[in-house]
DNA sequence: CATCCTGGCTATGAGCATTAGCCAAGGCGT
DNA sequence: ACGCCTTGGCTAATGCTCATAGCCAGGATG
């Protein structure tokens, strides 16, 4: 037996690719050893259980949704760092929809949490795109989560039912940005240019 | 054996009860067989299987929720019928987080499917809150969604990770409210009064 | 060359869903 | 009132899962 050089990182990888493929239930531990051409209790040896490698994966995926995040973000400002955001949340979900939903559900033991700390990063991602919107500092945390809602109900939506949205999806998605750019330009008391309404 | 007399809609209703309490994952045919002083195989007499037993707890749900909805928002039209609506999904997700988790990844198979019938009477509530918005009517349904995707997320983050929101998760949806209708004021041209910022 | 850590394995057990097949209780027709 | 048959419970058994225990080879390290 060669040895096949796994490490709890190639492990996670390969559960969060199998999650893409086979949806987050679809996660079990005979079946990633299998795909990795292992025996199922030699995992043990890299995760400590099933839910660890689940753990690890929302892990893995807040980390390279964060990631997206400050990339689109580069240089952008105001209703284009929204769109931004909103677009990269959006492509992330629909290219890998298994590690996404594995941050659903997700949580976080305590402030040194590695989970925590990587939802921290797109948290903050989000304040920043708030920034060029003049919220109010205490309601900061209330529009983030606002915004967190509506990105995280489009992902599940998304995977559960949005089969049956037909090809719209786009429309819709791009739908939800101008109501949310409208509704953060209205709150901070800049309604925006008037008769920009198609 | 005194034949418990059991039938389909007390073992939903009792798994619908254990989803509140264990979580959706937690629902099993050995839990629910114990909560109701039977053996797992009987369950069987009443549902086809663990899939089958969720997905009628989905209806359950979708049909209540369509009910809490339509008490809701009878006389109510605009901005207060908005915020009655999401009120009552509010109220509704917090007393019931199982099984409106259990509607979140369901699908229905056709167009005579019960749920896709129970989920269409939500759909055409929400419809009737945007009613009083002056929403076009091609855009109605990309509205409808972006409703769906706020109160979806909300629920799951709720459900998720709320713990950690602290005790201002009222103010967090009021504030939430507030933005979604500002944006439907606003993108329908009628940014609605002014100087009503506190 | 001996030793020890690493990372694989087999064997095993517990809990789950599910199926098959049995059997009693009670309603219903005669 | 009697017998039948449907209903709704049961036991037994299968096969899947996660998980643990304990063995064993290979390579690095002294």
Known sequence: MPKAGLNTERVVVAGAELADEAGIAGVSLAALAARLGVKPPTLYKHVASLQDLRYRIAILAMTEVGDQLRDALQGRSGSDALAAAFTAMRHYIVAHPGRYAATTGAR????DDPLFIASN???????AVLAGYGIPGDRLDHTVRA??????GFALL????????GNDQDESFDWMI???DLGLRSISGRPGPAGRQD
């Open 121 to 127: 990063r797109v948290v903050n991602s989000i304040r």
């Open 147 to 152: 915004l967190r809602c509506s990105v995280h």
């Open 178 to 180: 101008r109501l949310t």
């Open 158 to 165: 998304q995977v559960s039912d949005g089969f049956q949205w």
């Open 108 to 111: 976080f033991a305590g402030p």
